[in-house]
């Protein structure tokens, strides 16, 4: 069975840095792209970044690009988001969801870790 | 365009027929597909490419497109389908991935 569970959220000042991750069980994970989306409070799903099976092609929002960067460990089954120089609009639960091998939908999705950016 | 619009809200009484559409740009080069949010929970896929179902998804739950419109129909409507549903695609480039604002299903 498929599993995704992020960790990593917790509240954080304007300007700081947090680190997320995601641990994969249950498939390979070394052969799915994997994306980061997030939803925040109230508001509908926003995806902000992919990344390919083997980490070389990586993708970002625009409301992202330059502050969050994307990773991943195929040896740990792990996928990380690193978020720098957070803002308040970054307030937000943030899932990951593995693409599906034709790399067109989100297959499966985490549970989600709460981000709060506060000042 | 770079963008998926979809209605906000729509209610259907229960047992009838209700479909919700996504449009944009994208969806004349890439299938929708579409997730299902409730209250609390993670989204999950309900909907991909020419109409597939994930395992374990009712027959109820079909979909469509035609040009720049993707619909997602739920035929006899049950009171477990109230919820979010999200449309998703590639944007225009394939680089990206695009989500529509998302409609919030009533059953009545």
């Not at chain 2, 996504?22 to 989204?43: E, I, M, N, V």
């Amino acid at each position: 069975e498929v599993h995704l569970v992020e960790s990593g959220g917790g509240s954080v000042q304007t300007g700081g840095s947090l680190r997320l991750s995601c641990a994969a069980s249950g498939f390979t994970f070394s052969y799915y792209g994997m994306n980061w989306v997030r939803q925040a409070p109230g508001k509908g799903l926003e995806w902000i970044s992919y990344i390919s099976s083997s980490g070389r092609v990586i993708s970002y929002a625009d409301s992202v690009m330059g502050r969050f960067t994307s990773s991943r460990d195929n040896a740990e089954n792990s996928l990380y988001l690193q978020m720098n120089s957070l803002r308040a609009e970054d307030t937000a639960i943030y899932f990951c969801a593995r693409d599906s091998l034709g790399g067109y939908e989100l297959e499966y999705w985490g549970q989600g870790a709460l981000v709060t950016v506060s000042s | 365009s770079s963008e998926l619009t979809q209605d906000p809200a729509v209610s259907v009484a229960l047992g009838h027929t209700v479909r919700i559409t996504c449009q944009g740009d994208s969806l004349r080069s890439y299938s929708a597909s579409w997730y299902q949010q409730k209250p609390g929970q993670a989204p999950f896929l309900v909907l991909f490419g020419k109409n597939i179902r994930p395992s374990g998804i009712p027959d109820r739950i079909s979909g469509s497109s035609t040009g720049n419109i993707a619909s997602l129909t739920i035929t006899g409507a049950q009171a477990e389908d109230e919820a979010d549903y999200y449309c998703s695609s590639r944007d225009s480039s394939g680089n990206h991935r695009l989500f529509g604002g998302g409609t919030k299903l009533t059953v009545l």
